[in-house]
């Protein structure tokens, strides 16, 4: 498989095949208006027959990819490696992927940027909810509120299975619930572990190696300065392949100049991703 820009990350594309190998978290990179993980499940063989026979993984060695089904639809069917959680898209799978997110959400707004700032990918998205008026059913009005969210992503994925999010009512109702998988991590550092809640799977000195002082002190800062885009302070996450800033809800029209506006939060944003991959890593 040879390197190639596809155009938003780096892949590993097949020049017989032109399939595409994509590292665990770059499949929602190349997702066009999809927010968070990309739904899937396993595929029941006797209904659901692949048109693509079995493949092994192009990362690990003697790794046989698992067939699964993408946002439960039957004819999406991709190859995800068990071990390194990679996918495998054959030629035209990314195409008919995005044209079924835009068939399943048509009310969902693309991303109002997605491209490379130096070396590193940028997404600004504005996510798009519907829901009906509480308490009066399917004749209610319907209410329509935007959230936006400015996402910079790692260079490389990092080396532990880490999520950190800012402490918030939602935080702690996910706590609460069991929504945020892993164990709950403590840094040591006081003004850290009161602003962030870090969950991991991994050893804890393993995750806490991925966290050099530079980025605890950014983060810190970042969050105490309470930044925002349109007037309402949002809440700052990273997960394994980006570091994220998600504010709002707002009303659909008091969105305008969203890229230009989110600038400064994205230059941050950079600069706090800097301080975790040093030198690419």
Request: with cysteine; net charge negative.
């Amino acid at each position: 498989m040879i390197k190639v820009p596809d155009p938003d990350i780096i892949v590993d594309r097949c020049p017989a095949c032109h399939g595409v190998f994509l590292d665990r978290g770059e499949l929602e990179a190349v997702a066009t208006g999809a927010a968070g993980p990309i739904e899937y499940g396993p595929v029941d063989v006797p209904f659901y027959l692949d048109r693509f026979p079995g493949r092994k993984c192009p990362q690990c060695t003697a790794q046989g990819m698992e067939k699964v089904t993408l946002l439960r639809l039957p004819d999406l069917i991709f190859d995800r490696c068990p071990k390194c959680k990679g996918f495998y898209l054959d030629r035209g799978e990314c195409e008919a992927m995005n044209e079924a997110l835009r068939q399943r959400a048509p009310n969902q707004a693309a991303q109002e940027f997605r491209g490379h700032i130096g070396d590193r990918l940028v997404r600004v998205d504005r996510v798009d909810h519907t829901e009906r008026e509480p308490l009066t059913g399917d004749a209610g009005p319907i209410l329509m509120s935007c959230h936006v969210r400015v996402s910079v992503y790692f260079r490389h994925p990092l080396a532990a299975d880490v999520r950190i999010l800012q402490n918030s009512w939602t935080t702690l109702l996910a706590r609460l619930f069991g929504l945020v998988s892993g164990q709950r991590i403590t840094t040591g550092n006081d003004a850290f572990d009161h602003a962030f809640t870090v969950h991991a799977p991994d050893d804890k000195q393993r995750v806490l190696d991925l966290l050099p002082q530079p980025f605890v002190e950014g983060m810190i800062a970042l969050a105490g300065d309470k930044p925002d885009i349109f007037g309402k302070p949002g809440d700052l996450s990273l997960s394994r392949t980006a570091i994220s800033y998600c504010e709002g809800p707002y009303l659909p029209e008091e969105l305008v100049g969203t890229v230009d506006k989110s600038q400064p939060i994205t230059e941050r944003l950079l600069r706090l991703a800097d301080s975790v991959d040093v030198d690419g890593e």
